[in-house]
């Protein structure tokens, strides 16, 4: 699948789900880079403003298989990877397996769950696969996790930690619609939920074609130097206590390819690791209690490092 054929797929695959989320083009092109890129999704955001229509809508647009794991405080760890139970007629042991056998599993209010539950995603996140009583098993591939969370200072979340939040290649955050949006989605919501009408667009087969061309996706020494030193950056910031590993490092190179597969192109650019900075990195950085106080973020810092970090002038391509 050459570059223009990839991006005219995943036009295909936007608009289906701009019909179920109008109004962010750019939320839903952050969605399909982790699609691309095999990596996992978390948004954050306030109640009622998309999250679940967004993960829905993406797992309906696309002919593979889908799961839902909705989260709550007495969700046990065997509900998402399954459980071994005796059967008397046969006298063995026949393993039920948990949600997270899907192609996209969609973890709703993700850290409304317990931290020991939340635990049960870490080998299957990294490894695509499940271990349960000494038995591994591997989930079906293509494997995304699309988890929607509540801000943390909400009744009833628990912070998600940072072992679990390195495992998603992007956050990304919803915001609330404009005007024009909103009534847009009054008009198309009249009659029940577009996301569930949805018919998919693409098949497993595609998307395994979008993985392989996003590995060819051409990566410039200079750029690759650059990518490395803006994640490097993270680690001796001011008001940063702990910066990224070289898992980020990782991590944004496979957003960068994907970006970049998007917008048809076989190259990336320094735009590219411009507008994926944020999202990869900010939800890795652990800040000081000092600039806590002060009310910075993680984005902030990350655009602020963007800044001081020097552009590759060479062509990337």
Known sequence: ???????????????????????????????????????????????????????RAIARSLDATSGRIQFTPDLLPSDITGVSVYNQGTGQFDFHPGGIFANIVVADEINRASPKTQAALLEVMEERRVTVDATTRDVPRP?????????????????????????????ADIGYPTLDAEVEILTAQARGSVADSLQPVASVKDLRALTVAALDVHVAPLLQ?????????????????????????????????AWALIHGRSYIVPEDVKVLAVPVLAHRLVLTPEAELQGRTQGQLVEQLLRSVAVPQTPAA
């Open 143 to 171: 494997f995304l996790v699309i988890a929607t969370q509540n801000p943390v200072d909400m009744d009833g979340t628990y912070p998600l930690p940072e072992a679990q939040l390195d495992r998603f290649l992007l956050r």
């Open 225 to 257: 130097r650059y990518l490395v030193e803006v994640v490097a950056a993270t680690r001796s910031m001011p008001g940063v206590l702990l910066g990224a590993s070289p898992r980020a490092s990782l991590a944004l190179l496979r957003a960068c390819r």
């Open 1 to 55: 699948m050459n570059p223009e054929q990839a991006r005219q797929l995943l036009q295909r695959i936007q608009e289906s789900v701009e019909l179920a989320l109008q109004g962010k083009p750019e939320v839903i092109r952050l969605a399909l880079t982790c699609l691309v890129a095999e990596g996992h999704l978390l948004l954050e955001d306030v109640p009622g403003v998309g999250k679940t229509t967004l993960a």
